[in-house]
């Protein structure tokens, strides 16, 4: 079993540095093999809707939509707060792929039992 790298994200494109440096990290542990899910919370769910993670963050950045692509295409996953999806209105049903409603028990069952690390942006 690999090891798992679980991102909790509570920020979205009003910190876009924050929001780089956590795909960073993500894109990170995905080129080492372990399996990685984000959990995404308060504004940072606003990710999980098509064309949302654009822009770039500060000189020397890398372009956001290409680090959310790269997280995508890694098997990175999503892992979207269904509280805060009903409480901005947004319709779960035009999320990206890769993105999943789950509060925090999937989020736990996702994590299990086995070897685990958690970054907190």
């Known amino acids: 079993m690999a090891e798992k790298v679980l991102i ?3 920020t979205g ?10 795909f960073l990290v993500a894109g990170a542990a995905l080129e080492r093999g372990l ?5 995404l919370t308060k504004d940072a769910v606003r990710l999980a809707v098509p064309d949302h993670a654009q822009g770039v963050a500060c000189d020397g ?3 956001l939509e290409r680090l959310f692509q790269q997280f995508a295409d890694g ?3 999503l892992l979207v707060c269904p509280i805060c999806v009903n409480a901005r ?13 789950a ?5 736990w069952e996702w994590l299990g039992d086995g070897p685990r690390t958690v970054f907190s942006y």
Not at 35 to 39: E, G, L, S
Not at 103 to 107: E, L, R, Y
């Open 89 to 101: 209105k947004l319709d779960a049903d035009g999320f990206v792929d890769h993105a999943t409603i």
């Open 8 to 10: 909790n994200l509570a």
């Open 103 to 107: 509060g925090a028990t999937p989020m």
């Open 13 to 22: 494109l009003e910190d876009p540095e924050r929001v780089t440096v956590a």
């Open 75 to 77: 098997g990175g996953q």
């Open 61 to 63: 950045c890398p372009p």
């Open 35 to 39: 399996d990685v899910a984000m959990f």
